[in-house]
Nanobody, 123 residues
Framework: QLQFVESGGDSVQPGGSRRLSCVAY????????IGWFRQAPGKEREAVSC????????TYVDSVKGRFTISRDNAKNTVHLQMNSLKPEDTAVYYC????????????????WGQGTLVAVFP
């Protein structure tokens, strides 16, 4: 069965860091663009960042540029999102998702989704 499992979410104080991990099971993620999306309470799901099979990186949210870094380890079928200098407005459920061959910022383009992991930023 094809699936993603995310981990690493937790509560954290403003200015803190978290590293999210997304592991693919049941398929080889090497040929897929893997993206991190987030959904804050009462808001629509939005694309945060994505990494292509070739390692090109797209960041879609201006407020996370310079703070969040996406990376992939194909040997472990894993994609990470390193989040530094966290702010309360980063509070959301974070999802990883995949599409074949490249990246997209659109939820409807992504074929596989994880169940999400909650990051809560508060004093």
């Amino acid at each position: 069965q094809l699936q993603f499992v995310e981990s690493g979410g937790d509560s954290v104080q403003p200015g803190g860091s978290r590293r999210l991990s997304c592991v693919a099971y049941g398929f080889t993620s090497d040929y897929y663009g893997i993206g991190w999306f987030r959904q804050a309470p009462g808001k629509e799901r939005e694309a945060v960042s994505c990494i292509t099979p070739g390692g090109a990186i797209f960041t879609y949210v201006d407020s996370v540029k310079g703070r969040f870094t996406i990376s992939r380890d194909n040997a472990k079928n894993t994609v990470h999102l390193q989040m530094n200098s966290l702010k309360p407005e980063d509070t959301a459920v974070y999802y990883c998702a995949a599409m074949f061959g490249h990246c997209s910022r659109f939820v409807s383009d992504m074929k596989y989704w994880g169940q999400g992991t909650l990051v809560a930023v508060f004093p």
